[in-house]
Structures are given as structure tokens and as C-alpha cells.
């Protein structure tokens, strides 16, 4: 039974509104001795509430092989539960598989994406490998599948560690008030129609998809003007140009699809995580910051393994139209206007360091605009 659900204003704890303004701490990036004074800090500035991921790399070291805190205190995330219960704080957990967060390959066990099972493939039929740039220190990786079924066996190992400790500290009796499903699902930035995944599974999953949207093989070749014989036989566009009027339909399905496997593997990874006893407290998603994703929020939202949507931001006051629109979008659409990484701090990519009294005047804004619920990162 659901003991936490998303109000109005915030999440409602067995009915009890608890407001959703948390700031993030990383626990495996700090000595395990400084946690409690770390987290008495946080609560000394007004914060009622925390957040963190909870890396897949950093707790399985080798396959199969996890530390939780037997060789690395810093790994013990349990422990760090169990401190801000004792704390009273309330907890977000963000257990991917996807992370970022700045690790090296975005948090995925080097070995996972080195199985060419789980490799996407771009439209030349090549590895689709992630730069070595900015977000992405310090070498390139293999981008992983979101529709591989290989990628999701490791993923199911991954959660069945880490679920049973999340689910021994649900709200009410314990701190987590909700748990996030993947990360930015958004091909890991290479969301441009063409940019990739043209791997086998992905093409199994497209197919699925123009079946499931056009019922028939007669009625997609009346539309596209072809004369397939079985949706199987369906190639996806691998480039823009537009020939002849019965290819849009064809490109705007693929467009639709790139849309649709956003959609499809973050509710499919809810459900591994409902599953494995994550069942009475939201599970949510974050929309990357930047416009290109290809995905449409309130239809995320409607989707029964997804709770709630909220949006990424990490705009500077000179960019405050651009903050201005997204947060008005997100009032005007979602069902809790959340901000789950509210970006505060230093930011590589921003030309300059936002001053403290900036940072005020981004928050204030948001909240000025419609935001009810955000976690500073």
C-alpha cells in the first residue's frame, strides 16, 4: 500500500505534507566520519530534507562482487540512511542505473558497457562512443542501449542489491520519501533524431512500436507509400532529407519513437524497482536541462509506473527568459512543479561563477514563477 503520494504542495506522508526542498549530498564522495556533521549542517540551514545517488560503479566493483561498506566506509549507504533518520531528515534516493553526476562513465560498471550486447549503434552501424569532454572524464565509453535486453539483466542484478536496502528504510517508519528512476534518460545527450540507436534490440523495439501504432503492415505501407511485407522488414531513417511527401510519415514515426524508448525503459525500470519492493513511495524521473530531449512530461506522468516528472535547471540569472519559460512550463503541466537538480554552485559549462546573491535571485525566481518542490545540486 502507497504511504507517501505527491500532493499538491508537496509529498504526503500518511497524509502529512512534507515539503520537497532538499539538498544534495554525495556520501561516497566524503569520509564516512564527516557525514554527521555534514548532514547537521544541512539541517542547521533550514533543510528538512536530502538527496543522493546511489552509484551502481562505485558499490559493484567487479561483476558480481558489491562493497556496501565492508572494504570502503565511504560505500556504507546504509549507514548514511540510518544518519539522517536519526537526524529526522527525509531522503531522495537516485539509484540509476544511470547517474552521471560527473563519474567516469556516468556511474555504468566499466565492464557492463564494454559487452557489445549492451552497446548502442549510430546510423553508420558503428559503436556509438560518448566524448571525453566536460561532463564526460576522462576517456570516451561505449554509449549503452536503452533497449538492449542484455543491458537490462545487468541492471536487474544491480537492483536486486540495492533495492532491499532501500526498501528497509520506506517512509513513514524510515527516511526515503521517494526514489528516482534512472537519470536523464535522454540517450545520454545524443538526442538529435539520427545520433543513434540503431542496435539490433532498438530496431526489434521500433518495429514493436509501428505495429503497436499502426495495426497492420497494409495500413503503414498505405501511409508511407512502401510495400512491406511484415513490419520486421521496416529499416528506421538514418538521415533527414525528405524526397518525397510519403517519407514524413515515416521520419515523424521514428521521431516519435526516439520519444516513445525514452518513455518505454524509464517505466520499465519503475517497474523492476516496484518489484523488488519499492511500492509505497513515488518513483520519479528527471527531464535532462537542455531542449532537445525528445519527450513530453505529462505523458510520462500518465504512465502507471511513473509517479511524477520533474525538470532539470541550471541556468544562470543572465539566462533568466530561459528559466522564466521552463518553470512556467512545468506549473502549467505537471502534477507537482518539481526541480529535481536545481543547480547551484560551480558549473564547468557555465562562462562564469554565479555570485551567492545570484543563486538567491534564481531561486526566488523559480518559486515567483510556480516551482513547489526542488532539490539544490
Known sequence: ???????????????????????????????????PAILDQAKSLGFGMVETYIPWSVHETSPGVHDFGQDDPRKDVEAFIRLCEER????????????????TDFGFPEWVLLDPDVQARTALDTIHLDAAWGLHPPHQFPVPSYASERFFDYVAGWFDKICPIIARHLAPEGCITA??????????????????????????????????????????????????????DVD??????????????WQLDWVAYKEFQIRWSVARFAGMLRERGIDSVPIFHDVAFQYTTPIDIPRMEADPQIDWVGLNLYRPPWEHRQLADRVRFLA???????????????????????TPAEHEFVTLSTLMYGLKAFNFY
Do not use: K
Request: aromatic share 12%.
Open 1 to 35: 500500500m502507497t504511504r507517501v503520494v505527491v500532493g499538491d504542495n508537496g509529498l504526503l506522508v500518511d497524509g502529512s505534507e512534507v515539503p520537497v526542498y532538499s539538498g544534495t549530498i554525495h556520501y561516497w564522495r566524503l569520509d564516512r566520519e564527516r557525514w
Open 88 to 103: 529526522e531528515l527525509w531522503l531522495l534516493v537516485r539509484p540509476g542505473p544511470l547517474i552521471n553526476a560527473e563519474l
Open 179 to 232: 526514489v528516482q528512476s534512472d537519470n536523464e534518460t535522454c540517450y545520454l545527450f545524443f538526442d538529435l533524431p539520427y545520433a543513434t540507436d540503431y542496435s539490433r534490440d532498438a530496431l526489434r523495439l521500433y518495429r514493436a512500436f509501428l505495429h503497436q501504432q499502426h495495426g497492420s503492415i497494409d495500413d503503414l505501407n498505405a501511409l508511407y507509400g512502401t510495400h512491406y511485407r511484415a513490419f520486421e
Open 236 to 249: 528506421p531513417p538514418r538521415d533527414g532529407p525528405i524526397e518525397e511527401r510519403t517519407q514524413a510519415a
Open 332 to 354: 502549467g503541466s505537471t502534477i507537482l512543479p518539481f526541480v529535481p537538480e536545481l543547480g547551484a554552485g560551480l558549473w564547468s559549462h557555465h562562462p562564469a561563477t554565479a
